[in-house]
């Protein structure tokens, strides 16, 4: 394909990005081909920021945010939404926290009014809390009956720990029991400032008008001057294998296998998301381990790797997973682990690598077909410093990884010497199955 043809094939994005007087920044881009308007507001607080003994605290105060403001009630504000076929949505995880909003284009004044109420204006209600909390320790005591979820948490206990990150963004049910009005307002407090906040908006929409009506509902929200993020500790790869057998009445076991992973601003990403490609995170036959361990042997429905897709301001975790019959246990840990082992140990091919670029820039373009996607993606520029000619520069980044710089960075960030292993399933203490007929 010519260069000019692949070039035109790929996304452009008008964006325009401004600072209001209190801090907030103004993400705007136009889409007239449908006429809507999606709308994401992300105040940069997440479980990250709460202390051990809160664990929950964020999570639970992001779902609270449409549960009441100062000037409407939750069935106000579902109505107010509904009454004109819009969506809202609050979230709270482990970066981040806010509001997501998709309207009819007309109906932006609304949603921006609606949005800025429940980020400023939110009066958590006690009763609206209660609730929340009892519907979140029903969600961690089922979280026990889903056994891939059971491995994850465990395997993030062990290679977080010391940082934020060993704990589930759920939080326990212990410190969620224990949670108060109290801490949620001050949490609200400390965080839930405009000078901490990203406001993205892309559809149907006239720029102008758009940052006027910003302007008019976010504008008297004030800043705090003194905010200052405060310090997170930071991971570091462990330098020691570790096991654990968790037993677990089911009919599959469930493998989790890695240590620590990279930073999303790591200069290596781009060849280690081509690298990922090639070990286990893309469809088909582009992939080693779901090609050898799932469609030549046989051994699972789903399994797969990768370092890059937990990535973020924090390392996240690089990992193998695979979920397979209990008789396969053995064969499916060996699996992974000689995978891992052989993309340090032997240079990839000039095959995998062009196959594996192709695939990426392929496949790129899918991620901004929406309104929504396009606003995560703003976000998320602004949040990692990716500039928002990154669509353009994306393909280029990728043509340029080498077969040199896949086998580097594959010595550099994986260890097969001192992985991870946890599994969870009708295993004992010392990974030995156990017969249905045997008591666990």
Same mark, same amino acid.
């Given at each position: ?14 964006? &325009?990005? !401004? ?6 920044? !103004? ?9 809507? @308007? ?17 664990? *929950? ?6 779902? !609270? ?5 100062? +000037?409407? +009630?939750?069935? #106000? %504000? ?9 969506? %809202? ?5 482990? #970066? ?21 109420? @429940? ?19 029903? #969600? ?5 009956? @889903? ?14 720990? *010391? ?5 589930? $963004? ?8 224990? !949670? ?5 307002? &001050?949490?609200? *407090? ?25 302007? =008019? ?11 200052? $993020? ?21 009919? #599959? ?26 070990? *286990? ?14 469609? &030549?042997?046989?051994?699972?429905? +789903? ?16 990992? $193998? ?33 062009? +196959? ?7 496949? /790129? ?22 500039? /928002? ?22 010595? =550099? ?28």
């Amino acid at each position: 394909m010519p260069s000019s043809q692949i070039r035109s094939a790929r996304p452009r994005l008008d964006v &325009e990005r !401004l600072e209001l007087p209190n801090g907030l920044v !103004l993400l705007l881009s136009e889409n007239h081909t449908t006429p809507s @308007v999606s709308i994401k507001a992300v105040v940069s607080a997440g479980s990250r920021f709460e202390p051990d003994e809160k664990a *929950g605290l964020a999570s639970l105060l992001g779902e !609270l945010l449409d549960e009441g403001t100062t +000037t409407r +009630t939750s069935q #106000q %504000i579902a109505e107010a939404v509904e009454s004109v076929g819009g969506r %809202i949505g609050t979230f709270g995880d482990y #970066q981040s926290s806010g509001a997501v909003a998709i309207f009819l284009s007309k109906d932006i004044p609304l949603a921006l009014d609606v949005i800025s109420d @429940v980020l400023m204006n939110a009066s958590f209600p006690e009763d609206k809390i209660r609730q929340h909390i009892e519907r979140r320790l029903a #969600q961690i005591k089922g979280r026990l009956d @889903v056994p891939r979820t059971q491995a994850s948490d465990l395997f993030n206990e062990i290679v977080f720990k *010391g940082t934020p990150q060993h704990r589930p $963004a759920i939080g326990y049910e212990k410190t969620v029991g224990n !949670l108060t009005r109290d801490d949620v307002l &001050e949490f609200y *407090g400390r965080y839930y400032v405009p000078n901490n906040t990203t406001l993205a908006i892309v559809g149907d929409i006239d720029k102008a008008v758009v940052k006027k009506l910003v302007e =008019e509902t976010f504008g008297s929200w004030p800043m705090f001057s003194g905010f200052e $993020a405060p310090h997170t500790p930071v991971v570091t790869r462990q330098k020691e294998a570790v096991e654990r057998f968790v037993s677990a009445p089911k009919e #599959q076991v469930n493998i989790f296998i890695g240590h620590a992973g990279i930073a999303r601003s790591n200069p290596d990403y781009y060849a280690l998301l081509v690298m990922d490609t090639i070990l *286990g995170s893309s469809p088909g036959f582009t992939s080693r381990i779901p090609r050898i361990l799932r469609d &030549e042997q046989g051994l699972a429905y +789903t399994t797969f790797s990768n370092i890059t897709a937990s990535a973020g301001i924090d390392p996240g975790r690089f990992i $193998a997973y695979i979920g397979t019959s209990p008789e396969n246990l053995d064969r499916a840990i060996e699996g992974l682990r000689k995978e891992i082992r052989r993309i340090v140990e032997e240079s990839v091919t000039d095959a995998e690598v062009e +196959t594996a670029k192709a695939y990426l820039t392929g496949s /790129f373009v899918f991620h901004f077909q929406k309104n929504l996607q396009i606003a995560d993606f703003l976000v998320d520029a602004e949040t990692y410093g990716l500039g /928002f000619d990154y669509l353009e520069k994306y393909p280029e980044l990728i043509r340029g990884v080498t077969v040199a710089d896949v086998t580097r960075v594959a010595r =550099e960030y994986l260890d097969p010497d001192h992985l991870t292993t946890v599994v969870v399933g009708p295993v004992d203490e010392r990974g030995r199955l156990i017969k249905k007929d045997e008591t666990i």
